[in-house]
């Protein structure tokens, strides 16, 4: 059995305990963490739109100014990455496998998904309600997509049930 545990900041510690929970021993547990490609890009078109502007021609910025910064951004992301991975198999206790990937998160978990046989990942919307806002984009997207069992945990307790939507009206006779 093969088990797919979606590590997000924030909400990983709950789906690391679902995991040890339900998976049974023996099975194949991978943490998969996703980067988006967004603040390296950012970082990269900030620096590309400076390139030019306030030198003076055979003068050359302070040491380390030159360097593209979203070089340095892509090796920070990828550090914290390892270190979340480092600190949830930590708490899983079991043996397992860590994998990062970078792109579209929901678009990443989907595919590391086929093949598998349960994939756990938390709510990650408005957490106060019951009810489909609870639920961000990237996340809805995993659920409605996934090509396996999914296992959708809340981070922390539900919140009770008077906070469930109510009915929709009745039809018109």
Do not use: Q
């Not at 059995?1 to 305990?17: N, R, Y």
């Not at 979203?70 to 480092?86: C, K, N």
């Not at 579209?104 to 046989?117: L, S």
């Not at 009810?131 to 919140?159: I, M, Q, T």
């Amino acid at each position: 059995m093969t088990v797919i545990v979606w590590i997000v900041e924030g909400t990983w510690p709950a789906c690391v305990d679902a995991a040890r929970d339900h998976a049974p021993e023996g099975a194949e547990i991978v943490l998969l963490h996703t980067s988006g490609p967004e603040a390296p890009a950012a970082a990269h078109g900030a620096y590309a739109g400076l390139l030019g502007r306030g030198h003076r021609r055979g003068h050359h910025p302070p040491e380390g100014w030159g360097n593209d910064p979203g070089s340095r951004v892509e090796d920070l992301a990828a550090a914290s990455a390892d270190a979340l991975l480092r600190t949830a198999a930590d708490r899983l206790a079991r043996p397992c496998t860590r994998r990062e990937r970078t792109g579209r998160p929901e678009r990443a978990v989907v595919a590391a998904a086929d093949g598998a046989d349960l994939l756990i990942l938390a709510r990650d919307g408005d957490r106060s309600h019951l009810g489909p806002h609870s639920l961000g984009p990237a996340s809805r997207f995993v659920v409605d997509h996934a090509p396996c069992p999914v296992l959708l945990v809340w981070p922390e307790p539900a919140p009770d049930l008077d906070t469930l939507p109510p009915p929709p009206p009745p039809e018109p006779a």
